[in-house]
């Protein structure tokens, strides 16, 4: 079995290996990477899975806070999310996005995107949104969005940008 917890500095390394691990070279090349310089992910909602027994990380999730259009209407940003190959197929990528998802709700948080695959994301409730766009290069049917609160894309449109700014 896994425990789950919040990611922590001690974390960090462990963390990077298994997402260098999971994604192609090159992933901190994308246009969604751009959006996180120098912007602390939101640390509360950053997960690690743990093997209970042997403490090995089997899985990570980290969200960063974005801004949307000229209203600058605060979102998260979802991703990375990653599942070490040896624990794949047990779920354990579903649990970190549903518990991290709650948490975020709980935290106050009303709207997510990320860049991924319509089908897998969409059993958890993300969607295209009309009216957003990320920064190229980006398939903008990869464009996903979920609210966390009823309503709170209406009247939410633009780029997704970089909280810094």
Same mark, same amino acid.
């Given at each position: 079995m896994f425990r789950l917890a919040q990611e922590?500095?001690? %974390?960090?390394?462990?963390?990077?290996? !298994?997402?260098? @691990?999971?994604? +192609?070279? &090159?992933?901190?090349? !994308?246009s969604s990477y751009r959006l996180r310089e120098g912007v602390p992910p939101v640390a509360a909602l950053c997960r690690v899975a743990r093997e209970r027994e042997l403490n090995i990380l089997a899985a990570a999730i980290r969200f960063w806070p974005v801004r949307i &259009? *000229? *209203?600058r209407d605060a979102? !998260? @940003?979802l991703g990375p999310v990653a599942v070490h190959p040896t624990c794949? &197929?047990?779920g354990l990528g579903a649990y @970190?996005?549903?518990?991290?998802? %709650?948490? *975020?709700a709980e935290l106050g948080?009303?709207?997510v995107v990320l860049i991924g %695959? +319509?089908?897998?994301?969409g059993r958890f409730g993300f969607r295209k949104v009309a009216g957003l766009e990320f920064p190229p290069p980006t398939?903008? %049917?990869r464009l996903l969005a979920r609210a966390l609160d009823a309503g709170a894309f209406k009247g939410v449109a633009g780029m997704v940008m970089s909280d810094r700014y």
């Open positions: 922590t500095e001690k %974390d960090w390394h462990e963390v990077e290996n !298994l997402f260098n @691990l999971a994604f +192609a070279p &090159g992933r901190e090349a !994308l &259009g *000229a *209203a979102a !998260l @940003l794949q &197929g047990e @970190l996005i549903e518990d991290s998802l %709650d948490k *975020a948080w009303t709207r %695959d +319509a089908p897998y994301y398939n903008p %049917d």
